[in-house]
T-cell receptor, first 114, second 113 residues
Framework: GDSVTQMEGPVTLSEEAFLTINCTYT??????LFWYVQYPGEGLQLLLK?????DKGSNKGFEATYRKETTSFHLEKGSVQVSDSAVYFC?????????????FGAGTTVTVRA | DSGVTQTPKHLITATGQRVTLRCSPR?????VYWYQQSLDQGLQFLIH???????AKGNILERFSAQQFPDLHSELNLSSLELGDSALYFC????????????FGPGTRLTVL
């Protein structure tokens, strides 16, 4: 079945450091890929998405490129801020049994220190 | 703010009890999904409704049921509650339910004592 594997956290960084969170997936066909972010005490917010190979999703300084050859969708940000402290989830959506649902990775907790 | 609302925000109850969680989708969205987030199992898909009809089931226990009403709001009913049902329950909505982006509500935190 479909699955998403994220690098394990927690990840602790200093402000202005470079952030990368690895995400690889297993799925047949051509899933859509997503990054969601969960700030403390809040629900999940869509951060960015890509729907086909070589697409790059970007938002709020974060970027991720859909790489079909390596089945990856790594999240990057060049200079993090304290406000980026959150849990980040990689997810995929694919048509299975005539329906779409999201399959999530385990989440990566990121803490940015001033 | 995603536009998806969930009530209540917190719920504390005892084992064996029954609770109802409510979700109102974004205006114009026909699909509602329910997910459970727990420490041991992560985020798991429970069930999907589209325009009032059940579209797909995931890892949903038989003690749990859901429905979507004509005004498109949805309710998740959890009965014979066990300690292990303590979790965050999210609903999400999308326009078509055919692979378009799902927008999540703030969640309901259920604690079973």
């Amino acid at each position: 079945g479909d699955s998403v594997t994220q690098m394990e956290g927690p990840v602790t960084l200093s402000e202005e450091a470079f952030l990368t969170i690895n995400c690889t997936y297993t799925a047949t066909g051509y899933p859509s890929l997503f990054w969601y972010v969960q700030y403390p005490g809040e629900g999940l917010q869509l951060l960015l998405k890509a729907t086909k190979a070589d697409d790059k999703g970007s938002n709020k300084g974060f970027e991720a490129t859909y790489r079909k050859e390596t089945t990856s969708f790594h999240l990057e940000k060049g200079s993090v801020q304290v406000s980026d402290s959150a849990v980040y989830f990689c997810a995929l959506s694919a048509l299975r049994s005539n329906d779409y649902k999201l399959s999530f990775g385990a989440g990566t907790t990121v803490t940015v220190r001033a | 703010d995603s536009g998806v609302t969930q009530t209540p925000k917190h719920l504390i109850t005892a084992t064996g009890q029954r609770v109802t969680l409510r979700c109102s989708p974004r205006s114009g969205d026909l699909s509602v999904y329910w997910y459970q987030q727990s420490l041991d199992q992560g985020l798991q898909f429970l069930i999907h409704y589209y325009n009032g009809e059940e579209r797909a089931k995931g890892n949903i226990l038989e003690r749990f049921s859901a429905q979507q009403f004509p005004d498109l709001h949805s309710e998740l009913n959890l009965s014979s509650l066990e300690l292990g049902d303590s979790a965050l329950y999210f609903c999400a909505s999308s326009v078509t339910g055919s692979g378009d982006t799902q927008y999540f509500g703030p969640g309901t935190r259920l604690t079973v004592l």
